[in-house]
């Protein structure tokens, strides 16, 4: 039993891990000021749990994700949490920008 458990807690620590970043900060990639790239910042938070091409790891596939939710509905997922997510890995105009970008996926 001491096993499972032990088990458990490292699958989970390792999932949380993998979830979690996005504290670097951002490099030029010669966009125009003020210019987000929605890619460059799910990349750089989202992919460890949702895969770089959005096909899911730990976390959802979200190749198709627009088409069963809209961009407000993404945006209180990655502003509250859902699940295993945690809330908040993406703030403010970037969010926006992700939640956006993920809605056209369909």
């Given at each position: 039993?001491k096993?499972?458990?032990?088990?458990?807690?490292?699958?989970?620590?390792?999932?949380?891990?993998?979830?979690?970043?996005?504290?670097?900060?951002?490099?030029?990639?010669?966009?125009?000021?003020?210019?987000?790239?929605?890619?460059?910042?799910?990349?750089?938070?989202?992919?460890?749990?949702?895969?770089?091409?959005?096909?899911?790891?730990?976390?959802?596939?979200?190749?198709?994700?627009?088409?069963r939710?809209?961009?407000?509905?993404?945006l209180?997922?990655?502003?509250q949490?859902q699940?295993?997510?945690?809330?908040?890995?993406i703030?403010?105009?970037?969010?926006?920008?992700?939640?956006?970008?993920?809605?056209?996926?369909?």
């Amino acid at each position: 039993m001491k096993k499972w458990w032990l088990g458990v807690a490292l699958g989970s620590a390792v999932l949380l891990g993998a979830c979690g970043g996005g504290e670097e900060e951002a490099t030029d990639t010669g966009s125009s000021a003020g210019e987000m790239d929605p890619e460059e910042i799910f990349i750089g938070n989202c992919s460890g749990c949702h895969g770089d091409n959005l096909e899911g790891a730990s976390g959802p596939n979200l190749q198709e994700v627009g088409s069963r939710l809209s961009q407000d509905e993404i945006l209180n997922v990655i502003q509250q949490g859902q699940g295993s997510m945690p809330a908040g890995l993406i703030e403010g105009e970037e969010a926006e920008v992700v939640a956006e970008w993920l809605s056209e996926m369909q």
